[in-house]
């Protein structure tokens, strides 16, 4: 077996998680104590750069025991928050695209939460949006959990988060197979009315926001809490659920029907989780068995994860006919931290319980198609937008039916410092081509790299209807495509983009930055409600 590099794309441009042979990874419960502490001999001087490896595990608040994902003891010392502040400062300064372009004053005097924040670049791209909207950290054990577990605390809600501030309005988009809320049968377009008898929509006082938070986003499991929703049909469902550690179904809903096209294949898929290799392994085993001429991929909702798999898809797609010998995506790095890499198209089943993880001798199966649907959103996003550039990249035709993806060519290799992992923009993608400046994401096209372009159908999200049905209207429009090659783009969906059009531009930019986090954090985060 072949030991090769790993790669991780979480969410909204290309995030990746690098773990070479030998290499690994971290991960704690502890926060960070953002205190001063005593700096020691530890000194900085403007304009020098001392290496990172000076300065990492060096923790205000370091972890004790063993890591529970690799095996191996923390590295953890006692530090300061200036030693944890002073290692982001090189790292940043060895690692990000853009490092000639921060800010790296004041690490002595930040907490270290404040100071990363700092560490980015401030330039807006021509459309007005900043080049950098991926910056962000997490705690590492939460990462690893979802990532590496496929688990997630929560009810098993996903959610639709057209606006977090008064008014408010969550609706359901999912619920994952065998939790609570699927249990519970809470079903897709459910709109959230009250949590334990407060007023979701409009409460504003904080003991209000408190009780709101406290019960939609638990800190264990076993705690149980009230909820009241507006279904699609005007009517109003109450429910008590118990919190739990939910497993993420990143495949659901795999189907092949007889429509006039032909042999169609449907798979919604929700995140690039690698415990979700083997259910795509027979997905696509189903799909070539059936004998499909035509897939619909449903990534509306997903945010990212990881490339390997992206590259793995992509493969599945178009067989080892059309991907031998071509690049999947070429890896552009600042020139000091990485070379630039390249991924081809892989085509063997990975074996992710390995450390480092390493491929196998299973072929992956194949219907070999040169034309894929792809279901998307503005929370389509990285690896997702990946896959889309990829295949494009050989020449498959990629129809893109939807609305505008999140616009995330960029790429991290989470990096666990302390308990925290960090995630700052090192790398951007490109395809065989050598395209990959999809910064205001990629709107509905189709073939947009092959000197036919024709506009693709943005068409709202469908919440009357459950996802792979023939009747919703991403999916109709897909199935009606095929027929004749003409795009019959519905005017109207239960949820129209002109309703989805009145959301905030505050709202809109907070949604489009945190795809990054819904694709690894789901129901975890904490205080995401406004007054």
Not at 102 to 128: C, K, M
Not at 467 to 490: H, I, K, Q, R
Request: hydrophobic share 35%; charged share 20%; proline share 4%.
């Amino acid at each position: 077996m072949k030991c090769f590099y790993l790669l991780f794309y979480i969410s909204i441009s290309s995030l990746f998680v690098l773990v070479g042979c030998g290499g690994s990874g971290g991960n704690s419960n502890t926060p960070i104590n953002n205190s001063q502490e005593s700096t020691g001999e530890l000194t900085f001087e403007d304009g020098v750069f001392e290496e990172s490896t000076l300065f990492e595990a060096q923790c205000a608040t370091p972890r004790s025991g063993v890591d529970a994902f690799t095996g191996i003891a923390f590295p953890d010392i006692q530090g300061s928050v200036l030693a944890e502040n002073l290692w982001l400062r090189s790292w940043t300064y060895e690692s990000y695209l853009w490092f000639d372009d921060v800010d790296y004053s004041g690490p002595d005097t930040s907490t270290v939460a404040s100071y990363f924040a700092q560490l980015r670049t401030n330039e807006i791209t021509d459309s007005g949006r900043p080049r950098d909207n991926f910056h962000f950290s997490q705690i590492t054990a939460d990462y690893n959990e979802l990532t590496q577990g496929g688990v997630t605390r929560g009810y098993g809600f996903d959610w639709q988060r057209n606006s977090d501030s008064v008014p408010r309005e969550f609706i359901v988009r999912f619920t994952e197979p065998g939790s609570a809320a699927a249990t519970a049968n809470i079903p897709r377009g459910a709109k959230l009315l009250t949590v334990d008898s407060v007023d979701f929509v409009n409460a504003s006082s904080s003991s209000d926001i408190d009780i709101i938070n406290t019960a939609l986003f638990p800190s264990e499991a076993g705690l149980i809490h009230s909820f009241e929703f507006e279904l699609v049909d005007g009517s109003t469902l109450s429910v008590s659920l118990t919190s739990e550690n939910v497993d993420v179904f990143a495949v659901q809903n795999v189907d092949v029907i007889d429509a006039p096209a032909g042999r169609v294949g449907y798979i919604q898929f929700n995140s690039f989780i690698t415990p979700a290799q083997s259910d795509l392994i027979s997905a696509f085993n189903f799909f070539e068995q059936q004998g499909i001429n035509e897939l619909v991929i449903d990534l509306r909702y997903n945010g990212g994860g990881s490339v390997a798999l992206s590259s793995q898809i992509a493969f599945m797609v178009a067989g080892a006919s059309q991907t031998n010998n071509r690049l999947y995506e070429t890896l552009l790095a600042n020139g000091k931290f990485r070379e630039d890499s390249e991924i081809p198209f892989y085509g063997l089943e990975i074996d992710y319980e390995a450390n480092p993880a390493v491929f196998t001798n299973t072929v992956l199966p194949s219907p070999e198609l040169s034309r894929v649907f792809i279901l998307s959103t503005g929370d389509t996003c990285s690896a997702s937008e990946s896959l889309i550039n990829g295949l494009r990249g050989i020449g498959i035709e990629v129809v893109l039916i939807g609305d505008t993806t999140c616009g995330k060519p960029f790429g991290f290799f989470p990096t666990d410092n302390c308990g925290t992992t960090y995630f700052t923009i090192q790398f951007q993608s490109i395809n065989e081509l050598g395209f990959g400046e999809y910064q205001d994401g990629f709107i509905p096209t189709i073939n947009p790299l092959f000197g036919d372009e024709l506009p693709g159908c943005n068409v709202a999200d469908d919440f009357s209807q459950p996802l792979g049905s023939e009747s919703e209207a991403l999916f109709a429009t897909a199935l009606n495509y095929m027929v004749d090659g003409v795009l019959a783009c519905p005017t109207t969906a239960a949820a129209t983009l002109d309703e989805v059009e009145k959301t905030t531009v505050s709202d809109k930019l907070n949604r489009r930055r945190e795809v990054v986090l819904d694709a690894i954090i789901h129901e975890t985060r904490e205080r995401v409600l406004n007054p």
